[in-house]
């Protein structure tokens, strides 16, 4: 009895650490990534008096402090050798994770909230090693249930984790103690002496390439149901009881024997490819279609990853193993870093300058190539089961344990169904005018790379703003935190939503409306640097009468070693010309029309007059605007400019304003329209 229930206290215990561990990593990084822009365009500003108001300032002295933090806790996982001899070793990693965890909460972006996360993820690591040195069993179902848990929880804040927040200090203290009292129940439940130890086993270089590999696709591409649901095109609430239950199900011992029998059907020279090349397949589905086959190639992926987390434990004789784990475990996050830093390019690869050729052009050349990304992600992912000849590491289990397991992935895909909160479409309050706004959102970040949902929310619905045309939004990725930040600003606006997205699936354009949406749809622009599209959305006004809504962004004008200014001012013009065939293919001539975004020119340029100018005959209603009021974009050591633009064709503009916006580096545009 005693074993049974040490048993399920030491998995609920590292499954809690796994947890901490995963919301660590994704605070650290998008945190991080945030303080590196903020403090290097700090150094950079040469007036020190322009940084008075701005959010998101970090000083250099700052973040300086915030990389010996976490060097230090880097380090803890070096401690499992020492750790790991003693009786309370998991017990102090335990108590380091909790503690960690609730500074961040407490103390968010500051020095002492990445401190904390950073000791949380460096505990956790730790952890880890000495548990593999232990129970090896315990650590692959408890990162599913880690991974599983996150997703889960952010459903209840439309797709953001709301244990982030020093609102819920309360509950993540609480969570904290948790974990300390699990951990204290195993060991007062069971032996945790050397001789009690009876499967030893550890990690090796194979199982690093296998968990850095891991690491990147759970973090950065199946993890979340946000971002299954953004490459598939779907809702996220329709995306997250297939996920749960595909991360759930391999912790069940019967699942696992029945891989096992698939896989005993191969030759053992061929089993690994085999199942890195499935999963490869349907990674493929996934990312080049849409609906419900995209989801279920998705999910199936996600399954098939999951099993792999108990082909990373390696059989050991038991020397160095806490040594080896420790070590291992460091070089696997250096792997996840490694791809993690391909993935940001391939979103990035246009602003790729200032580096030695070829190596500019190779990375310049990582467009489209995210799915190219997750498959060599998933080769490393199977090292282990590609490098196996006889073992196989799926094994059957008692049946109490396959019941666990069935019981766990049935609770997964309820709370999927049932967190979510029902989504109410709040109609405009004025039955004679509509507000119409444009902003980029530029991932979320100020200038200064401060961040803000919150707050961005709170100042679109001071506006008023009944269509808000959306630009540089993202969806799920690991700079961003993880939110969907379309599905957050809908559900949380009460408004819906259309998505384009244009890269990686995971960053585009959206409009929200609180007007019923007819229809939608694209078209892609050519493009020399980032790829960039111009979305369609046609919305029913109250009259009954159609209103067409083009929401753009055009190429940036901007220096680089691959293009001239030239060639990207082409680009514009050529984009503008693509623009204006699109609205010829869905007849909107005679309708009313508003064609929005970022432009990224200002007044008076060539394709500022060319629309303005006839045949084209598009209003722009800030033209008697006064010029200094009218600027949108801050820039670092310039003077603020105009390029977001609202034309409108068919439309009578009542009034207009700017409405100032921290969180971002475009303030949004708003003119109140006439319905009639």
Not at 189 to 201: D, E, K, P
Not at 432 to 456: E, H, I
Not at 589 to 609: C, E, M, R, S, W
Request: charged share 15%; net charge neutral.
């Amino acid at each position: 009895m005693n074993t049974s229930r040490s048993d399920l206290f030491r998995l609920l215990e590292a499954a809690l650490v796994a947890l901490f561990f995963v919301q660590g990593v994704r605070f650290l990084y998008s945190t991080l990534y945030a303080h590196l822009n903020s403090a290097n365009l700090v150094a950079l500003t040469v007036d020190s008096a322009a940084l008075a108001n701005q959010s998101g300032v970090v000083m250099p002295e700052t973040l300086q402090n915030e990389l010996l933090a976490l060097g230090a806790a880097a380090l803890l996982p070096f401690l499992a050798p020492l750790l790991g001899r003693v009786w309370f070793g998991t017990l102090i990693a335990a108590a380091l994770v909790a503690a960690g965890r609730v500074f961040m909460t407490a103390n968010g972006g500051t020095l002492l909230g990445v401190a904390g996360a950073s000791v949380a993820v460096g505990a956790a690591l730790l952890h880890m090693a000495i548990s593999l040195g232990r129970h090896p069993n315990i650590f692959p179902p408890s990162m599913a249930l880690g991974f599983a848990a996150d997703g889960l929880i952010r459903l209840i804040d439309h797709t953001a984790d709301l244990t982030w927040q020093a609102a819920y200090l309360d509950l993540q203290t609480a969570l904290s103690l948790g974990l300390f009292i699990c951990a204290l129940l195993a060991i007062v439940f069971g032996s945790l002496t050397r001789q009690g130890v009876t499967n030893q086993a550890t990690l090796n270089f194979s199982s690093a390439l296998a968990i850095g590999g891991l690491f990147y696709l759970e973090f950065a591409v199946l993890g979340l149901p946000n971002a299954v649901a953004r490459r598939a095109n779907v809702e996220y609430t329709f995306a997250a009881p297939f996920l749960a239950a595909a991360t759930l199900l391999p912790t069940a011992p019967l699942v696992r024997a029945a891989a096992r029998g698939f896989i005993l059907m191969f030759d053992g020279r061929y089993r690994g490819w085999v199942w890195a090349l499935t999963i490869g397949l349907l990674l493929t589905v996934g990312f080049r279609f849409e609906g419900i086959l995209a989801v279920v190639a998705l999910c199936g992926a996600q399954f098939m990853l999951t099993l792999l987390w108990w082909w990373a434990v390696q059989p050991s004789d038991g020397k160095w193993r806490f040594s080896l784990a420790a070590l291992n475990l460091a070089i696997a996050v250096l792997v996840f870093l490694a791809f993690s830093g391909a993935d940001y390019l391939t979103f990035e690869y246009a602003f790729v300058r200032g580096l030695p050729e070829p190596l500019g052009s190779l990375l310049r050349g990582l467009r489209g190539l995210g799915l190219l990304v997750a498959v060599v992600a998933v080769i490393f992912a199977a090292l282990p089961l590609i490098a196996a000849r006889r073992r196989v590491a799926w094994r059957g289990g008692a049946f109490r344990q396959t019941l666990g397991g069935m019981a766990l992935s049935a609770l997964g895909v309820a709370l999927a169904l049932s967190l979510p909160r029902a989504f109410v479409l709040q109609p405009p309050l004025d039955s004679t005018s509509l507000r119409v706004g444009t902003l980029n959102l530029r991932g979320g970040y100020s200038l200064y790379f401060g961040s803000d949902l919150n707050a961005t929310a709170e100042a679109i619905r001071r506006s008023g703003v009944d269509i808000l045309l959306l630009q540089e939004v993202e969806t799920g990725r690991l700079v961003s935190g993880g939110v969907d930040q379309v599905a957050w600003l809908g559900r949380t606006l009460n408004m819906n939503a259309v998505y384009l997205p244009i890269v990686e699936g995971m960053q585009g354009l959206a409009v929200l409306s609180r007007l019923p949406i007819v229809q939608s749809s694209s078209a892609e622009l050519s493009a020399i640097s980032k790829a960039t599209a111009v979305q369609f959305v046609q919305l029913r006004k109250p009259n009954g009468l159609p209103l067409d809504i083009y929401n753009a962004q055009l190429s940036l004008i901007f220096r680089s070693d691959a293009f001239s200014v030239e060639q990207l001012e082409a680009d514009q013009a050529r984009q503008i010309q693509e623009i204006l065939a699109f609205m010829l293919l869905n007849r909107s001539q005679a309708n009313a029309l508003i064609l929005g975004g970022t432009f990224n020119h200002v007044p008076k340029t060539d394709v500022y007059l060319f629309l303005s100018q006839p045949p084209q005959n598009f209003i722009d209603p800030f033209a008697d605007f006064p010029e200094e009021r009218a600027v949108t974009r801050r820039l670092v050591n310039e003077p603020a400019v105009r390029v977001d633009y609202l034309w409108l064709r068919n439309v009578r503009p009542l009034e207009v304003g700017i409405t100032p916006m921290p969180f971002s580096s475009h303030d949004m545009p708003v003119v109140k329209i006439a319905l009639n």
